[in-house]
Structures are given as C-alpha cells and as structure tokens.
C-alpha cells in the first residue's frame, strides 16, 4: 500500500501543494488531473524521490520498487534493442512485443538510441519503463508523442498490467478506461474520487455545487450575525447577547467558496454558406510519403484523419493549405470555401511577436480588443505581453486558436488541437468543434474528441491507402498452444540451436497473433476487420504447423 499523509510543498512562499492526503492498495490504478501548473508534477517529481517536500509523511514506496519515465532521458548501449534490454532482467521477446507496440519497426531495432527524434526518445523511455514492469509504474503525460495504435496498445497494457499504475494525463479516453480512481488538484488542494473520466466529472460537479450552496448558505448565516453584531454592540440591553454572537462568529470554521468551474467558451462563430463539395484531393503524391491519396469533403462533415506516426498526415494537411506543393495530383477547394488553418508546430504565430502584436498585425486590432479576444482563452497580461516564443505549449495554442476565430472560416483543417492543453481546455474546444456548423478536417490522436466530434474518420495507412473507420468489433480465437519450456524427450537429440530458432518464431508469431486480435477488437471497418479475420486464421494455422513441427523435432 501506498500512503501519502498531509504533504505540503512550497516553492519559496509560493503554496504548491497543501495537506495532500490519498492512499492506493497494491495493483490500483491512479488517474492525476489538474490544470496546467496546478502541481502536478511537483508531486510526481515528490513520489520518485527527486524534489523533497516540507511536511507530512509518504509510506509504502521505495525508489527500488518505481518505474518512472524520464523526460530528459540518456542512453548508453549501442542499439535500440540493446537500450531496453538493459533496463534490468527483460526477456527479448517481451523486449520486442512492447516495442513493436509503441510503433517501432524491425529495422529501428538495430538504430542507435542516440539517433531518434525527442519524441521517440520519450517512447524508448516509455519502453525502459514498461519492460521492467516495476510495483509502481510512474507515468507523466505517457501519452504525448504516441499515435492512436501505440496509444492503444498502453490502454491495454496499462488495464493488464499487475503493479500499481500512477499516471498524470490530460487524455480522457486513457481515464475513462485504465484508472479507478483520479486525484484532482486544484489550488493547491487534492481530492480523490472513485471510478473514471465520467464518474470523476459527475462528482466534481456535485461536490461543487454542495459546496457551493453550503458556502452560501454560511455566508446569509455570518452576515445576518454581523449585522446584529453591528446594530446591538453599544446598546447596554443587548450587548451581552452581541458579544455572544461575535465570538460564535470568531470561532466559526470559515468555509472555504469553491473555485469557479466556468472556464473560458470558444465561439467559433456562424460559418458562411459554402459549396457542397468543400475539398476534393484527386491521386496526390508527395515524395515517398504520400502515394496517390484521394478523398472528398463535403460542407458540414466534421473528418478525422488518423494513422501511425510519419506516415504523412501533417504533410498532407500542409499540401492541402498550400504550405507545400504536392508531385503529382490535384487539390480543389470548393466555392466560397475560407480555410482557417491550425498547424501543430504554431508555424503559423511569429515567435518576436506578442500576441497582442501578432493580432494587431495579422488582423489591425487595437490593443483593447486583442486583450479582450485573447482573454476569451484565458490569455491575460503576464501570457499576452510576452514574446510568442517564450510562452508553453498550451499557451501557444490558444493564441492560435484566437487567430482562428477571427479568420472566420467556414472549413477548420486542425492539427493536433488538444496538443499540450489541460482538461478544461480540451473540454472548451470539444464543445466549440460539436457547436460548430461548418466543415473539419482533424488530424488527431485525442480518441475522446474523435468520438465526440467526428462524423467520419479516414486512416492514413502504410500503403498510403484510405479507410473509411466505422465502429465494430471481432471474436478472437486463439490456436491451441503449449508450453515453450516443456520437457523434452532425452530418447533422441535434439539439434538445439534449430530448435531455439523454432521456438523464438512461435512466440514471435504469438506475439503477431496478439496485435492481430488487438487490431481486430479496434477496427470498425468492414473491409478492414475481414482482411484482419483473413490474416488471423492464417497466423493461427502458421503457429498450429511451428507446434507440430516442434513436436516432430522431439519425437
């Protein structure tokens, strides 16, 4: 058991945490939400022992039994591969399955770890974590830099997983479906609530608004004492019972007024009547990236475009906006359409500016009104008077979320809007895409605003082919199987290193049967969930024949 008592954290006289208080029993699991710099991960950086806190106690976690993900990690071994087993007693074939899962190929395994990007740096560190499989796995954010797949295969590692899980995210599909229970911190303050996304957002709301009415109720109570403490203090025949009632008003436990859950609303305002066919993409190719795409749009559809990492949905974005000229191929967009255009880098926004310069430039706003557009976000004067370059992630976002509004466009193309942005931020532009009554093209991997807003979702495969995603599901049936570590028969020999390589492709073809069913438990697609049932009975027979075989081999 894990048992935090009480503990506060300061930074200088700046109140970071205050009397935090939770326990966890071994193997639950822990959803950490807040807004951004609520303290979150100060109390992360407090559990794996790397920021000491000023008072109360931690019980129940020892820094062997902490698997923690690093943001800034370093790597010493000479490949990929290597890296992960060196994190501690791995078998490589688990080594490979957690790999495989969070998008790494085959050829990458043998790269140097040294020569990845910074976000798949963080999904080797994620690697380290997972394969060591420690008590407590300690995850900050572990779903930035992975895609939809990869972000799957962690949901289902994470609900499998036996250890005690403690992650801090702003992905809502991840807490409605790994944790059961979720500690919200809120100035300063931590509250923990059972169950998940939904159950937490139901009881926050009815805890605010007890709260809110007893705060209230307490108010009517102090004024009504003060004001009889007021009228009969200096009169002789009353002042006894004004005493009285000033000490009960001294005495009385203040309670405290609930912080206001209204956050910030987007209005993305009326989109202008457009043609019916909003964008049409006719056999375009980029480079080796993009390979005779097409796909249409009509006004009104809200499309999201999903697929693995690098397989080129930025790009296509950027060709359709016209930030890059496609090889081949033809990109229409319709008549009285206006594109507003949010790219996932901010490429957008001039880093020397201000926002408040950056609208006065783009769109010769005064001062006032650019203050009162960027406070619509929750953009104020220590955020909007600093160059754009120096502002988080989140911040940067918003500012080009304000640029957005007032381009009034009719088609949204998004990259990745959720991007760094806390729960009440995602939850403002989720109900602002919903409201919305022109057309988007999304390309995201936040799976709770796909569901939430899309009306139609495309795959950007490998192949560079198009799916259309509709929801659906598949049995799963598994080969009969027996143990690799089986006795073997001593009556004849057994050419061991032929028989080794037989049995790390049964459970390499193990391991591809396992992804195959995860895949055919995610697909909506009917033409894609029959050529996966295809490509299952086919692994099945392949792992019934490499058992026979292996029979064969000891007979």
Request: glycine share 6%; with cysteine; net charge negative.
């Amino acid at each position: 058991m894990i048992q935090l008592d009480k503990v506060t954290k300061f930074y200088g006289e700046r109140l970071i945490l205050s009397d935090v208080t939770f326990k966890l029993v071994d193997g639950e699991k822990l959803g950490i939400v807040g807004k951004n710099g609520a303290g979150k991960s100060t109390l992360v950086k407090i559990l794996i022992g790397a920021e000491p806190f000023d008072s109360g106690t931690i019980g129940g976690l020892r820094s062997e039994d902490i698997g923690f993900v690093e943001q800034t990690p370093n790597f010493f071994a000479s490949t990929l591969l290597d890296e992960i087993l060196s994190a501690g007693e791995v078998e490589e074939f688990q080594a490979r399955k957690i790999l495989f899962g969070l998008g790494f190929t085959e050829v990458e395994f043998g790269k140097s770890p040294l020569n990845f990007s910074g976000g798949e740096s963080a999904k080797i560190s994620l690697a380290k974590a997972l394969v060591t499989e420690p008590r407590v796995l300690i995850l900050d954010e572990p779903t930035n830099h992975l895609d939809i797949y990869s972000i799957a295969f962690l949901e289902d590692f994470v609900r499998n997983y036996r250890g005690t899980v403690i992650a801090v995210t702003h992905d809502r599909h991840f807490l409605q479906t790994c944790v059961e229970k979720i500690l919200d911190i809120e100035d300063a303050h931590a509250t923990l609530y059972p169950g998940n996304y939904e159950k937490f957002s139901q009881l926050k709301a009815e805890r605010h608004a007890a709260q809110l009415k007893a705060y209230e109720k307490q108010q009517v109570e102090i004024a009504k004492l003060e004001d009889f403490v007021r009228r009969n203090k200096v009169r002789a025949s009353t002042a006894k019972r004004a005493h009285s009632r000033q000490i009960a008003l001294d005495r009385m436990e203040r309670i405290q007024k609930p912080p206001s859950t209204v956050s910030a609303s987007i209005n993305l305002g009326d989109a202008a009547e457009s043609a019916n066919r909003v964008l049409i993409v006719d056999n375009v190719s980029f480079k080796t990236v993009i390979k005779n795409f097409s796909a249409e749009i009509r006004r009104g559809e809200k499309v999201g475009l999903i697929g693995r990492n690098g397989v080129g949905k930025s790009t296509l974005l950027k060709i359709i906006v016209g930030e890059l000229k496609a090889d081949s191929g033809e990109i229409r967009i319709g008549n009285r359409v206006k594109v507003g255009y949010l790219s996932q880098g901010h490429e957008e926004l001039d880093g020397n500016l201000t926002p408040l310069e950056e609208l006065n430039y783009k769109f010769g706003l005064s001062d006032e009104r650019a203050r009162s557009e960027l406070a619509r976000l929750n953009l104020f004067a220590n955020v909007v008077e600093k160059p754009i370059a120096d502002l988080s992630g989140g911040e940067k976002t918003r500012v080009a979320l304000t640029k957005l509004i007032l381009t009034g466009a009719n088609f949204l193309i998004l990259d990745e809007p959720t991007n760094h942005l806390d729960l009440p931020a995602r939850e403002a532009i989720e109900a602002a895409l919903n409201d919305f009554d022109g057309t988007i093209l999304i390309v995201t991997h936040d799976r709770w605003l796909l569901d939430k807003v899309t009306t139609r979702t495309i795959e950007f495969a490998e192949a560079l082919r198009t799916r259309e995603v509709k929801k659906s599901s598949a049995p799963s049936t598994k080969p009969k199987t027996q143990p690799l570590n089986a006795q073997r028969p001593k009556s004849k020999v057994v050419d061991a290193q032929a028989l080794d390589k037989l049995e790390a492709q049964i459970k390499m073809s193990e391991m591809e049967l396992k992804m195959l069913e995860h895949e055919i438990n995610g697909a909506v697609d009917p033409q894609k969930l029959s050529e996966l049932a295809a490509a299952h009975v086919d692994k099945v027979a392949e792992i019934d024949e490499l058992y026979t075989r292996w029979e064969a081999m000891q007979c």
